[in-house]
């Protein structure tokens, strides 16, 4: 379980960079549709950066998939190896979704995008948006995965612990 969490907070770590880049490297609006739509509005003008710099936005994002698919990955050959029982490896998947989600609504929704500021200096014309204020501005899609996860942990868990 350890491995499990250690896993997850790699995930974390390598989202927070990839957040933080985000602004410099990539397109804004691929960066600010995840945000608030009068922020999304407010810089629809904004320029984008350079060919060379959007690759690095793309080496960051196949980053995170490919460290996602690693440790999905390494979870699920730990739970065949130790033969873990269904709700053993339930527990664990649980573990690695739900730490990852946890660290998203808290460090990098609200903390990061919400109160740092972050993104407004790079995006200094939605400073006065109203959307920054709205702490509540993804909650359906947060809830919509919170929600779903114990179902995809389910079947992973069957499916990694069934006898063939």
């Not at 050959?77 to 739900?98: G, H, P, T, V």
């Not at 204020?133 to 899609?141: E, V």
Request: aromatic content about 12%; glycine content about 4%; proline content about 5%.
């Amino acid at each position: 379980m350890k491995r499990t969490i250690r896993n997850s907070l790699g995930l974390c770590a390598i989202m927070t960079v990839t957040v933080m880049a985000a602004p410099a490297f990539s397109d804004p609006k691929l960066v600010l549709r995840f945000l608030p739509k009068d922020i999304l509005e407010a810089a629809k003008d904004h320029p984008g950066p350079p060919l060379k710099k959007r690759l690095v936005a793309h080496f960051l994002l196949a980053a995170v998939g490919g460290y996602t698919v690693w440790a999905m990955k390494d979870n699920a050959d730990r739970i065949k190896r130790e033969k873990l029982s269904f709700w053993q490896a339930f527990k664990r998947l649980m573990a690695f979704l739900y730490v990852e989600k946890a660290y998203d609504i808290v460090i990098l929704d609200q903390l990061l995008c919400m109160s740092s500021g972050w993104y407004q200096r790079f995006y200094p014309e939605t400073k006065e948006c109203k959307g920054w204020h709205d702490r509540n501005w993804n909650t359906k899609d947060q809830l919509t995965h919170l929600l779903s996860y114990p179902f995809i942990c389910a079947a992973q868990a069957y499916l990694l612990t069934k006898k063939k």
